[in-house]
């Protein structure tokens, strides 16, 4: 059995609301924002709660209105029982990996420049191919662990990723996703990422990184709001980056 998530004490919650108010099917949930308020949570930790009772078949999502009671047969939800939370997944990438390409600014060599320079070029085609893979921006990350000259560091990146790439939540998550224009403003972080990097400047590497996932937090809140009236999945114009 493994360590019991915060998302899933939230959903429980969230269960002894719909018992409470006596919700029955097709009743719509109170907002993601009122019931962070009224739990005194994060919005994210509710997103995460609600994508569990989505799994589960608690609820139902109806895009561009909200989340509503199901009205078909709930599931075990067995398959997500110990499954992280993919906001908890992403704060825990943004604390390690800019600790990591901090590091990296300062054991970096050539070659690895050159190959991240590569991995680059290979993320900007696919993107232009219409690639739907994350393939280049994994191999991406994985090169600045690479670059720190520490095996130890690899493994945790790369079980960071395999983490992500194993979660159901982060699947059901990406699901509510339609539109890559995002995928730009990402590659733009990468940029500055190994910007600093190749001037082998640690704080400046360790902030691009930070912002970087910090930026992929806010976009995947921003497109997976499924309460938004003008939701559709083209919502997002990437913001102009500073710093």
């Known amino acids: 059995m493994g360590e019991r998530r915060q998302y899933q004490d939230v959903a429980r919650e969230i269960r002894e609301i719909?018992?409470?108010?006596?919700?029955g099917a097709s009743d719509r949930l109170p907002p993601e924002r009122g019931l962070s308020e009224r739990l005194g949570v994060s919005r994210s930790l509710v997103r995460e709660a609600l994508i569990l009772l989505e799994i589960e078949g608690v609820v139902e999502v109806r895009k561009g209105s909200g989340i509503y009671i199901s009205d078909t047969p709930?599931?075990?939800?067995?398959?997500?029982?110990d499954d992280i939370g993919p906001f908890e997944l992403l704060q825990a990438r943004q604390l390690i990996e800019s600790e990591v390409a901090g590091f990296a600014a300062r054991m970096v060599t050539k070659n690895d420049i050159l190959r991240l320079r590569e991995a680059l070029t290979r993320e900007r085609a696919d993107m232009e191919d219409g690639d739907p893979s994350y393939d280049g921006?994994?191999?991406?990350?994985?090169l600045i662990a690479e670059a720190t000259q520490?095996?130890?560091?690899?493994?945790?990146?790369?079980?960071?990723?395999?983490?992500?790439?194993?979660?159901p939540m982060w699947a059901a998550l990406h699901d509510r996703i339609f539109e890559t224009a995002y995928r730009r403003a990402w590659l733009d972080d990468h940029e500055a990422i190994l910007a600093a990097l190749q001037a082998r400047n640690p704080e400046q590497a360790k902030?691009?990184?930070?912002?970087?996932?910090?930026?992929?937090?806010?976009?995947?809140?921003?497109?997976?709001?499924?309460?938004d009236p003008a939701f559709d999945g083209y919502l997002f114009e990437p913001v102009e980056q500073t710093g």
Do not use: Y
Request: hydrophobic share 35%.
């Open 18 to 23: 719909i018992r409470d108010e006596a919700l």
């Open 74 to 81: 709930q599931g075990t939800g067995a398959q997500v029982r």
């Open 137 to 142: 921006d994994r191999e991406f990350h994985r």
């Open 150 to 167: 520490n095996s130890v560091l690899v493994d945790v990146v790369e079980e960071l990723w395999r983490k992500r790439e194993q979660s």
């Open 207 to 227: 902030r691009a990184m930070c912002q970087h996932l910090g930026n992929v937090r806010e976009t995947l809140m921003t497109l997976s709001d499924v309460e």
